[in-house]
């Protein structure tokens, strides 16, 4: 954490890993999203909240493209983002991934999950993708399941297997899709865990979720989103102490009452 | 998110951007362009043939042709109800001893549906065309084709029956017991009833298996569709336009089953042993054994 | 007639009808297998003109009597001055029909897949033909091999069809045919080749089972 602090301080003047200017989004005739503009400096965890339908989830999708835009432009560390092609993939691949229902391939055991991309798509020797992957799978604590398929897996171990996938690719960034939703209560700690070492190791992370606390403890930045729109940006202290917007307000009390 | 209710056909591409549009445009000209010079050949084949000729496709005018089709239709519909009941009701009973608490009775009936499942419908015919009279089984032609076919798809109704008879839940007929049922109307108040709402959608399917299969009546010499087809063409010499109509009409009639059958899947959540082929356990060949 | 006077009079046109059914399953399925591949390839292909005559081509084929698509390939051809072989009539026949219902439940076997797997592999930057290739045809393949099974033992069913028409050797409806109508068979010429026909699906089921069990994956 401190540390992730000290290469803010360093990194400022780099440009932005991950850069969107007025993007906008239609669903038909919804507008799910209304002129984002984001950036995510190198090291940042950015944390995104808001009530369900706000449109936070199809923004974390956007950044890597896999819901298209209606206009706008993404730019991944000082390279835009095509909408197809080659280009797209290659910059896909930087930019890792983790879904709500983790989508570990289903016919490939824990290993192979692990090191398809890396030698399909970065080409990288087996033998070092392999062992690379047994050391990301023993960080975040799954190695005894290398063997495995991911239905023999709870859900949480899943999840750690995916991040262990998304950390593979050595991704400049690394997109949380709601990580810890699809998850039994006692699951969801395990995850976080791994996210909070990751974040303290200076990954650069954007992060939608609901666990609030995780978003105090381990945030940079706080996004508050609703309605298609980015109300509130501010450090976490000032966003749960004091929101500036009504709406913000609601919805920080809407969730202690619980 | 929104790609909750795609199918994978549209999953597997992401929307198209200006460069790929531009090559699916191509690639739907290049198609295009090829599947007309396909169809242009087949038309030039039947003129050069003279197959084109309107006396081969006046016949199509008559009121007279289409009375007869439409009488050799009901034959087939006659056959193809009838075998359609016997099947229900064997198909029924075989299911019934497939799940008995008695053991010598489910093996009995499992050798049965197995059976019946591994020989082909024109083997069953020939056992009523050729082998029943030697036994002494005199039979009308209706029955001779109803039979053989009602037999053949029996073991597939007993297997869809069967699976439908699984998924109801195992908590109904213990809600059943607990109210002091016996095990009899547990099984025909509370399960069945259940289990047959489930498979409907497969035994609608399952009836273009019977329709197909009637098309050997000819065999039997019975009068089906097939059958007067055989007869117009004599009157009218038009070999290859009869055939390729009557073939057409099979064709739709069989399209209209499986569209009923897919509605009333449409209409229930729950649909076991789908007309779509796939996932059925133990099952043969979806609708339809392609005979 | 007894088991033992049959098999004496005609034991070798058993085994030639045998292998018949057994040639003509296995070419025809061959032959199914490929056409399916290329029909469901057509029908998930962006293109629409190929999407719709996949459609097309399963839904004729899946729907048409193989008695009177065989009926067709024999009689009405030939007017069009195209004359097939009767061996050819029926293996085309019995390979179209098959075709239709492979390319189906390929169709369902790729339903099975997930779809945030494809949203996985693009997320980590794998281009279509990798997706294809590493995600889509190794699951659908997977969980299609019991439908497949199924298919075999359809398509052997489907070549009963042979007896339709004249063919040296014949298969093994056509023997049953051709005994009884040239000596009383009974029950037991009937017999002989049900025998046959189950104890060839039952292999087949067996082998399907094996398969599917290493094959299977879990969900």
Same mark, same amino acid.
């Given at each position: 954490?401190?540390?992730?602090?000290?290469?803010?301080?360093?990194?400022?003047?780099?440009?932005?890993?991950?850069?969107?200017?007025?993007?906008?989004?239609?669903?038909?005739?919804? @507008?799910?999203?209304?002129?984002i503009?984001?950036?995510?400096? /190198?090291?940042?965890?950015?944390?995104?909240?808001?009530?369900?339908?706000?449109?936070?989830?199809t923004?974390?999708?956007?950044?890597?493209?896999?819901?298209?835009?209606?206009? !706008?432009?993404?730019i991944?560390?000082?390279?835009?983002?095509?909408?197809?092609?080659r280009?797209?993939?290659q910059?896909?691949?930087?930019?890792?991934?983790v879904?709500?229902?983790?989508?570990?391939?289903a016919?490939?055991?824990?290993?192979?999950?692990?090191?398809?991309?890396p030698?399909?798509?970065?080409?990288?020797?087996?033998?070092?993708?392999?062992?690379?992957?047994?050391?990301?799978? /023993?960080?975040?604590?799954?190695?005894?399941q290398?063997?495995?398929?991911?239905a023999?897996?709870?859900?949480?171990?899943?999840?750690?297997?995916?991040?262990?996938?998304?950390?593979?690719?050595?991704?400049?960034?690394?997109?949380?899709?709601?990580?810890?939703?699809?998850?039994?209560?006692?699951?969801?700690?395990?995850?976080?865990?791994?996210m909070?070492?990751?974040?303290?190791? !200076?990954?650069?992370?954007?992060?939608?979720?609901?666990?609030?606390?995780? *978003?105090?403890?381990? *945030?940079?930045?706080?996004?508050?989103?609703?309605?298609?729109?980015?109300?509130?940006?501010n450090?976490? &202290?000032?966003?749960?102490?004091?929101?500036?917007?009504?709406?913000?307000?609601?919805?920080?009390?809407?969730?202690? &009452?619980? | 998110?929104?790609?909750?209710?795609?199918?994978?056909?549209?999953?597997?591409?992401?929307?198209?951007?200006?460069?790929s549009?531009?090559?699916? !445009?191509?690639?739907?000209?290049?198609?295009?362009?090829?599947?007309?010079?396909?169809l242009?050949?087949?038309?030039?084949?039947?003129?050069?043939?003279?197959?084109?000729?309107?006396?081969?496709?006046?016949?199509?005018?008559?009121?007279?042709t289409?009375?007869?089709?439409?009488?050799?239709l009901l034959?087939?519909l006659?056959?193809a109800?009838? *075998?359609?009941?016997?099947?229900?009701?064997?198909?029924?009973?075989?299911?019934?001893?497939?799940?008995?608490?008695?053991?010598?009775?489910?093996?009995?009936?499992?050798?049965?549906?197995?059976?019946?499942?591994?020989?082909p419908?024109?083997?069953?015919?020939y056992?009523?065309?050729?082998?029943?009279p030697?036994?002494?089984?005199?039979?009308?032609?209706?029955?001779?084709?109803?039979?053989?076919?009602?037999?053949?798809?029996?073991?597939?109704?007993?297997?869809?029956?069967?699976?439908?008879?699984?998924?109801?839940?195992?908590?109904?007929?213990?809600?059943a017991?607990?109210?002091?049922?016996r &095990?009899?109307?547990?099984?025909?108040?509370?399960?069945?009833?259940?289990?047959?709402?489930?498979?409907?959608?497969?035994?609608?399917a399952?009836?273009?298996?019977?329709?197909?299969?009637?098309?050997?009546?000819?065999?039997?010499?019975?009068?089906?569709?097939?059958?007067?087809?055989?007869?117009?063409?004599?009157?009218?010499?038009?070999?290859?336009?009869?055939?390729?109509?009557?073939?057409?009409?099979?064709?739709?009639?069989?399209?209209?089953?499986?569209?009923?059958?897919?509605?009333?899947?449409?209409?229930?959540?729950?649909?076991?042993?789908?007309?779509?082929?796939?996932?059925?356990?133990?099952g043969?060949?979806?609708?339809?054994?392609?005979? | 007639?007894?088991?033992?006077?049959?098999l004496?009079?005609?034991?070798?046109?058993?085994?030639?009808?045998?292998?018949?059914?057994?040639?003509?399953?296995?070419?025809?399925?061959? *032959?199914?297998?490929?056409?399916?591949?290329?029909?469901?390839?057509?029908?998930?292909?962006?293109?629409?003109?190929?999407?719709?005559?996949?459609?097309?081509?399963v839904?004729?084929?899946?729907?048409?009597?193989?008695?009177?698509?065989?009926?067709?390939?024999?009689?009405?051809?030939?007017?069009?001055?195209?004359?097939?072989?009767?061996?050819?009539?029926?293996l085309?026949?019995?390979?179209?029909?098959?075709?239709?219902?492979?390319?189906?439940?390929?169709?369902a076997?790729?339903?099975?897949?997930?779809?945030?797997?494809?949203?996985?592999?693009?997320?980590?930057?794998?281009?279509?033909?990798?997706?294809?290739?590493?995600?889509?045809?190794?699951?659908?393949?997977?969980?299609?091999?019991?439908?497949?099974?199924?298919?075999l033992?359809?398509?052997?069913?489907?070549?009963?069809?042979?007896?339709?028409?004249?063919?040296?050797?014949?298969?093994?409806?056509?023997?049953?045919?051709?005994?009884?109508? @040239?000596?009383? !068979?009974?029950?037991?010429?009937?017999?002989?080749?049900?025998?046959?026909?189950?104890?060839?699906?039952?292999?087949?089921?067996?082998?399907g089972?094996?398969?599917d069990?290493?094959?299977?994956?879990?969900?």
């Amino acid at each position: 954490m401190v540390q992730a602090e000290e290469n803010k301080e360093v990194l400022t003047e780099q440009s932005p890993i991950i850069e969107l200017r007025n993007i906008d989004k239609y669903f038909g005739e919804h @507008h799910v999203l209304k002129g984002i503009s984001l950036t995510v400096k /190198k090291g940042e965890v950015v944390v995104v909240i808001g009530p369900s339908g706000s449109g936070k989830s199809t923004l974390c999708r956007t950044i890597n493209r896999l819901e298209t835009i209606d206009s !706008g432009e993404i730019i991944i560390d000082g390279v835009p983002m095509p909408g197809e092609g080659r280009k797209l993939a290659q910059l896909r691949a930087q930019i890792g991934m983790v879904f709500q229902s983790f989508n570990l391939f289903a016919h490939k055991n824990i290993l192979d999950n692990v090191i398809m991309a890396p030698v399909e798509v970065l080409h990288m020797p087996k033998q070092q993708a392999k062992e690379e992957a047994l050391q990301l799978l /023993k960080r975040v604590g799954v190695e005894s399941q290398a063997a495995k398929v991911p239905a023999q897996l709870s859900g949480g171990q899943q999840q750690r297997v995916a991040i262990a996938r998304a950390l593979a690719m050595h991704p400049k960034a690394i997109l949380f899709d709601e990580p810890t939703s699809a998850l039994d209560p006692e699951m969801i700690n395990e995850v976080l865990d791994v996210m909070t070492e990751l974040a303290a190791e !200076g990954m650069t992370m954007v992060v939608v979720t609901h666990e609030m606390n995780f *978003a105090r403890r381990v *945030a940079d930045r706080i996004i508050f989103m609703d309605d298609g729109s980015i109300l509130e940006e501010n450090t976490p &202290e000032e966003f749960f102490e004091h929101p500036k917007t009504q709406r913000a307000q609601d919805f920080l009390n809407s969730i202690k &009452e619980h | 998110m929104s790609t909750a209710q795609v199918s994978i056909k549209d999953a597997l591409y992401e929307p198209p951007g200006p460069k790929s549009r531009k090559v699916i !445009g191509i690639a739907t000209v290049i198609t295009l362009t090829v599947l007309t010079i396909l169809l242009a050949l087949i038309i030039r084949q039947f003129y050069i043939t003279g197959q084109l000729n309107a006396r081969y496709w006046s016949f199509l005018g008559r009121a007279s042709t289409w009375k007869f089709l439409g009488k050799g239709l009901l034959g087939t519909l006659e056959a193809a109800a009838l *075998a359609g009941g016997v099947t229900f009701a064997a198909g029924f009973c075989m299911m019934m001893g497939r799940i008995s608490r008695y053991k010598v009775v489910r093996g009995i009936s499992t050798a049965f549906i197995e059976f019946t499942r591994g020989v082909p419908t024109l083997l069953f015919i020939y056992f009523f065309f050729l082998v029943a009279p030697q036994l002494g089984w005199k039979l009308s032609a209706l029955w001779k084709i109803a039979a053989p076919v009602a037999i053949s798809a029996s073991g597939v109704v007993a297997e869809v029956l069967r699976s439908g008879v699984n998924a109801v839940p195992k908590g109904q007929r213990e809600a059943a017991l607990s109210l002091g049922m016996r &095990e009899n109307t547990v099984f025909f108040r509370i399960i069945f009833p259940q289990a047959l709402r489930y498979v409907i959608p497969a035994l609608i399917a399952e009836t273009v298996i019977v329709v197909k299969d009637t098309t050997f009546a000819y065999v039997v010499n019975f009068p089906d569709l097939m059958q007067n087809a055989k007869v117009l063409i004599s009157n009218y010499d038009a070999m290859l336009s009869v055939y390729l109509l009557v073939a057409c009409i099979y064709i739709l009639i069989n399209y209209l089953i499986n569209k009923i059958s897919d509605l009333t899947a449409g209409l229930q959540n729950i649909t076991i042993g789908s007309s779509r082929g796939g996932g059925r356990a133990g099952g043969r060949y979806g609708a339809g054994r392609g005979e | 007639m007894s088991v033992q006077e049959l098999l004496a009079e005609y034991g070798d046109k058993y085994v030639l009808a045998l292998l018949t059914t057994w040639k003509l399953t296995a070419l025809a399925f061959s *032959a199914a297998f490929v056409i399916g591949i290329v029909v469901t390839v057509m029908r998930v292909s962006p293109v629409k003109p190929l999407r719709v005559a996949g459609d097309f081509y399963v839904q004729i084929f899946r729907n048409i009597p193989g008695a009177a698509l065989l009926i067709v390939l024999v009689y009405a051809l030939p007017y069009l001055n195209v004359v097939l072989s009767y061996f050819t009539c029926v293996l085309t026949a019995t390979a179209l029909i098959p075709a239709a219902f492979c390319s189906e439940y390929l169709m369902a076997g790729m339903n099975t897949i997930a779809l945030g797997q494809i949203e996985a592999a693009r997320a980590l930057g794998m281009n279509f033909s990798q997706m294809i290739r590493l995600i889509v045809i190794p699951q659908a393949l997977r969980s299609s091999v019991l439908p497949m099974t199924n298919l075999l033992v359809a398509t052997m069913l489907t070549t009963a069809l042979a007896s339709q028409v004249p063919l040296n050797p014949t298969d093994l409806t056509g023997i049953v045919a051709h005994i009884n109508t @040239h000596a009383v !068979g009974g029950v037991t010429a009937f017999l002989i080749s049900a025998v046959l026909y189950c104890a060839t699906a039952v292999v087949i089921g067996q082998i399907g089972n094996l398969i599917d069990r290493k094959a299977r994956i879990l969900r």
